[in-house]
């Protein structure tokens, strides 16, 4: 049942929250907030809980492989997104996602090096993509719009976990962090409000990604130790932290 509740409840309610956060604050907070474990995290609970803290542990290592494949999916978008239109654009970043993902699984990196090329490339992506001031539109979003965030959410969260038998801990960790709100939330945004805006919520998510790199950090190193679940309280509370920090990297300077 708590498996269960984490699938339909837990997922879906962040993802609203960060939906919600973004319509008020604009698309780089928006992509900032995606930084947060919002949907791995309940994966990662619930892989620990269905097959072990170590397969657990071991998924986390593969996801700083997995977030480093999402800042590669967001500059390739936030490059396409200069010249082309959504859907062009969105092909172009999944397809960089998915070689980042081929790529890595072939090294098959431990801990230190993986999570040292994400901070990595978190910080040369942020430096060579520098923060904008976006104008944004007055526009009222549909009703279905988050529900149906909400429910791929569910749907997401329940397909990777009942598939992590099959894909195996380091597959499941990469896999974790495919773009899916990232494609949504881009897309939407830049059709709506162009591509400076979908480059903006991108940047945010990139540099959002050190909140992803702190939770893993502490997943993947104290979990197999401990085998207990509340490893995740300060991992959460590691990720939240490193965001605080990391927000104010989401804003031009002067801003």
């Known amino acids: 049942m708590i498996v269960l509740?984490?699938?339909?409840?837990?997922?879906?309610?962040?993802?609203?929250?960060?939906?919600?956060?973004?319509?008020?604050?604009?698309?780089?907070?928006s992509g900032w907030f995606i930084g947060f474990p919002i949907i791995s995290g309940p994966i990662s609970i619930t892989l620990a809980m269905q097959d072990g803290p170590n397969f657990?542990?071991?998924?986390?290592?593969?996801?700083f492989g997995?977030?480093?494949a999402m800042c590669i999916f967001a500059a390739t978008y936030i490059l396409a997104a200069r010249k082309l239109n959504w859907w062009q654009s969105a092909i172009l970043g999944v397809s960089a996602f998915i070689a980042?993902?081929?790529?890595?699984?072939?090294?098959?990196?431990?801990?230190?090096?993986?999570?040292?090329?994400?901070?990595?490339?978190?910080?040369?992506?942020?430096?060579?993509?520098?923060?904008?001031?976006?104008?944004?539109?007055?526009?009222?979003?549909?009703?279905?719009?988050?529900?149906?965030?909400?429910?791929?959410?569910?749907?997401?969260?329940?397909?990777?976990?009942?598939?992590?038998?099959v894909l195996g801990a380091q597959l499941s960790g990469l896999i974790s962090a495919f773009p899916v709100f990232g494609t949504i939330l881009?897309?939407?945004?830049?059709?709506?409000?162009?591509?400076?805006?979908?480059?903006?919520?991108?940047?945010?998510?990139i540099v959002g990604s050190?909140?992803?790199?702190s939770f893993y950090l502490v997943v993947s190193v104290f979990l197999p130790l401990t085998g207990s679940l509340w490893v995740y309280l300060p991992a959460a509370a590691a990720s939240v932290v490193a965001n605080v920090i990391s927000i104010r990297f989401t804003r031009p300077r002067g801003a």
Do not use: E, N
Request: net charge positive.
């Open 5 to 29: 509740a984490l699938k339909i409840l837990l997922a879906p309610l962040l993802i609203a929250t960060a939906t919600l956060a973004g319509r008020r604050w604009g698309p780089a907070v």
């Open 210 to 213: 050190l909140g992803i790199a």
């Open 100 to 165: 980042t993902v081929m790529i890595w699984r072939a090294l098959a990196l431990p801990l230190l090096p993986a999570f040292a090329l994400l901070i990595g490339a978190i910080f040369v992506l942020s430096w060579l993509i520098p923060a904008q001031a976006v104008q944004i539109k007055g526009q009222v979003s549909p009703k279905w719009d988050l529900p149906a965030r909400m429910v791929i959410a569910v749907i997401f969260v329940a397909t990777l976990t009942g598939l992590s038998s």
């Open 66 to 68: 997995g977030q480093t």
């Open 56 to 63: 657990a542990g071991q998924a986390a290592v593969g996801m």
């Open 186 to 205: 881009a897309s939407f945004t830049h059709s709506q409000q162009g591509g400076q805006a979908a480059g903006q919520l991108l940047r945010g998510t």
